[in-house]
């Protein structure tokens, strides 16, 4: 079993930044990928950036690429996203997620733990 909690979100006006932070907890074989994914109203849930902690391999959605930067601290436990010059768009709740997996990162399928979700609101 994993446990993941996220906790960083709000609300923030457009062109600002938050940090998100996962704490995640559990069998350390079945989080070798930590995710982050985001489903905004009416949408479909949608990958955002992802981590190996093997390689340290980093991936992002483009939409995001060059604005949020996903990192881990290992001997925490922990994985952050931080998102800078948000827009509206990226109003939605932001899940983090674990996967044993080390391909298809981009795949929600592939993650088997997820967190309740933190909600991020950027009001413009």
């Known amino acids: 079993q994993v446990q993941l909690v996220e906790s960083g979100g709000g609300l923030v006006q457009a062109g600002g930044s938050l940090r998100l932070s996962c704490s995640a907890s559990?069998?350390?074989?079945?989080?070798?990928?930590m995710g982050w994914f985001r489903q905004a109203p009416g949408k479909e849930r949608e990958f955002v950036a992802a981590?190996?902690?093997?390689?340290?391999?980093?991936y992002y959605a483009d939409s995001v690429k060059g604005r949020f930067t996903i990192s881990g601290d290992n001997a925490k436990n922990t994985v952050y996203l931080e998102m800078n010059s948000l827009k509206s768009e990226d109003t939605a709740v932001y899940y983090c997620?674990?996967?044993?997996?080390?391909?298809?990162?981009?795949?929600?399928?592939?993650?088997?733990?997820w967190g309740q979700g933190t909600q991020v609101t950027v009001s413009s």
């Open positions: 559990g069998r350390t074989f079945e989080r070798n990928t």
């Open positions: 997620a674990a996967s044993s997996v080390l391909y298809g990162v981009r795949y929600a399928g592939n993650y088997g733990y």
């Open positions: 981590l190996t902690w093997s390689h340290g391999n980093t």
